[in-house]
């Protein structure tokens, strides 16, 4: 079956810690995305890639990083630097990059800081 | 600049009851609008899209919406509703370029017995 795959599915960090969260796609698609989901404040855009060995930064970027060394896969590192980094996060991708393409969503990482 | 507002962020029907959920755009260019729904601790799965094709976009799982320019609104319904339809649902506009999704706060929907 075809779709996106996050890992894991719960994700405790050390206050200091920098943590990867995986996010993988065999739906062939071109762009992929991050976003951050907090409650009651909707999805919020931390980065995006519209081709491999690019990505640009969303509206939250800052304490996080991505890199897109293959099509299949969009990993994010939240660091050290974010502050408030407990949230649930979502990866998503679409067939293009530009306007108007459906993403598809990925089941999420619950990344919690004791 | 590409925005999305949700009027209510709970709503409580009955089941078999009307569902509408209300969402309101701004947006510089033609925009491209889609409703997504999300069951607790998971993903978000594609409702319904508008593309300008046709102003009532029909979905899945029964829900429709209808895009009016007048009132820049793309509200959500469904004609009865189910107990599963128990469920958050987000409105979101596409951005001007990138291709990002631009989301409102989000609506959660409750069905009564």
């Known amino acids: 079956d075809g779709g996106i795959t996050q890992s894991p599915k719960y994700l405790f960090r050390k206050e200091g810690q920098n943590v990867t969260l995986s996010c993988e796609q065999n739906l062939n698609h071109d762009a992929m995305y991050w976003y951050r989901q907090d409650p009651g404040q909707g999805l919020r855009l931390i980065y995006y890639?519209?081709?491999?060995?690019?990505?640009q930064k969303g509206d939250i970027a800052e304490g996080y990083s991505v890199s897109r060394e293959k099509k299949e896969s969009f990993p994010l590192t939240v660091t050290s630097a974010q502050k408030n980094p407990t949230a649930f996060y979502l990866c998503?991708?679409?067939?293009?990059?530009?306007?108007?393409?459906?993403?598809?969503f990925g089941p999420g990482t619950r990344l919690t800081v004791l | 600049a590409q925005s999305v507002t949700q009027l209510g962020s709970h709503v409580s029907v009955s089941e078999g009851a009307l569902v509408l959920l209300r969402c309101n755009y701004s947006s510089s260019v033609p925009p491209y609008l889609f409703w997504y729904v999300q069951y607790p601790n998971q993903g978000l799965q594609l409702l319904l899209k508008?593309?300008?094709?046709?102003?009532l976009v029909k979905g899945i799982n029964g829900f429709e919406a209808e895009f009016k320019k007048s009132e820049t609104s793309f509200h959500l319904t469904k004609p009865s509703a189910h107990m599963s339809d128990a469920a958050e649902y987000f409105c979101?506009?596409?951005?001007?370029?990138?291709?990002?999704?631009?989301f409102g706060k989000g609506t959660k929907l409750s069905v009564k017995p």
């Open positions: 998503a991708s679409s067939r293009l990059a530009g306007v108007g393409n459906e993403q598809f």
């Open positions: 508008y593309t300008s094709a046709a102003t």
């Open positions: 890639s519209q081709i491999v060995n690019d990505f």
């Open positions: 979101a506009v596409s951005g001007a370029s990138q291709g990002n999704l631009i």
